[in-house]
């Protein structure tokens, strides 16, 4: 069985990759930010040194999108600062590195679905402590693979879905950005599509070209608006009552920072390298609110 060591265990994404591990085939060490703080260079060492660890999984991120404009050292020495800790440890210990990244490396301005060579432009300090944190990998370890996602939620953590649902118990009429498009990403697909990379990556004899940048978002995208209504739509028979759901514009909705408007990813080069392509986004966004809400009344 491989050995797969992963950061960030308790976040949503790191959550999932840690349960589906032994489906997968994999013996997942998972740390949580109290077992290892990757931005401590030492501990980075001491545990990626510990075992021959098949791979690592850095699922560790600092995610407050609008906090990170007020608070960049944070958001620098996790998302940047981090990740070179790790890829430097990595390369050291001849072991390949699987990161997560995001849309927000791009400026959304383009008008086609990002790929991976397009120039990046991150609009805010999130975005650019994550491209930061790309660029150290890159240089800094080989044997790499960069997954960008967007759009990711769970039922584990803080996410859209969540918050909607929990929105929609309180409110009649909800207003929901219209003019920023996404793909939304269930957290348990990427999961599956990391341990089935690092379970490859880990029989060392990938070849060159199965390392690099890579796109992974659900299939498919829409708005936030798009997304809001397809949850009360899927949700309708299981909530009390369905919010109206309004679309407004961002400039409707001032935030601390700014977001792409266009995060849309080709995540062709996926597909065509490793053979990998995640759901669309409205089938895993059904298998999730199953999880999250009660059962579908029998009919009758
Ligand atoms: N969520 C999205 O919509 C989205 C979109 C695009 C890309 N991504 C990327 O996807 C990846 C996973 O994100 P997620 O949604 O799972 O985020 P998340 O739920 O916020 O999880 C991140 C985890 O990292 C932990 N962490 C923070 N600082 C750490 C440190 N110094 N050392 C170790 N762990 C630390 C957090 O712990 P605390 O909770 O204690 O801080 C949290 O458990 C990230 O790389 C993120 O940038 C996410």
Redesign the pocket.
């Not at 290892?36 to 931005?39: G, P, S, W, Y």
């Not at 699922?59 to 995610?63: D, G, L, N, V």
């Not at 997560?100 to 849309?103: E, H, N, Y």
């Not at 996602?149 to 990711?152: F, G, I, Q, R, Y």
């Given at each position: 069985m491989r050995r797969v060591l992963l950061?960030?265990g308790?976040?949503?994404?790191?959550w999932e990759v840690a349960r589906r591990a032994a489906a997968a085939g994999v013996l997942c060490r998972a740390a949580?930010?109290a077992d290892?703080?990757?931005?401590d260079r030492d501990a980075v060492r001491r545990m990626v040194g510990e075992t021959d660890w098949s791979a690592v999984i850095n699922?560790?991120?600092?995610?407050a999108v609008d906090r990170a404009e007020t608070d960049a050292a944070a958001a620098y020495a996790?998302n940047r600062d981090?990740p070179a800790h790790l890829a430097g440890a990595c390369a050291e210990a001849g072991v390949p590195l699987l990161h997560?990244?995001?849309?927000y490396v791009f400026d959304g301005s383009k008008a086609a679905p990002y790929r991976e060579d397009d120039p990046v432009a991150p609009l805010g300090v999130y975005g650019a402590s994550?491209l930061a944190g790309e660029e150290a990998v890159r240089s800094l370890c080989a044997q790499h693979i960069i997954l960008r996602?967007?759009?990711?939620y769970g039922v584990h953590?803080h996410?859209f879905v969540k918050t909607m649902l929990r929105l929609g118990r309180e409110r009649d009429r909800l207003r929901v950005v219209d003019d920023q498009r996404g793909c939304p990403t269930a957290?348990g697909d990427l999961a599956d599509v990391l341990l089935t990379l690092a379970g490859r990556l880990g029989a060392g004899q990938a070849p060159e070209s199965a390392f690099g940048t890579f796109h992974a978002t659900g299939q498919g995208d829409t708005s936030w608006c798009g997304f809001a209504r397809h949850i009360f739509a899927l949700a309708e028979s299981r909530l009390e009552r369905i919010p109206a759901v309004d679309p407004i514009t961002t400039a409707d909705f001032p935030t601390p920072a700014r977001r792409p408007a266009n995060s849309v990813l080709d995540c062709d080069r996926l597909a065509r390298v490793h053979g990998l392509r995640l759901r669309p986004w409205k089938d895993a966004l059904a298998e999730t609110l199953n999880s999250l809400l009660p059962p579908q009344p029998l009919p009758g």
């Open positions: 950061t960030g308790d976040g949503q994404l790191g949580g930010r290892l703080d990757i931005t699922a560790a991120a600092y995610t996790v981090g997560v990244s995001t849309d994550k996602t967007a759009w990711v953590g996410n957290a």
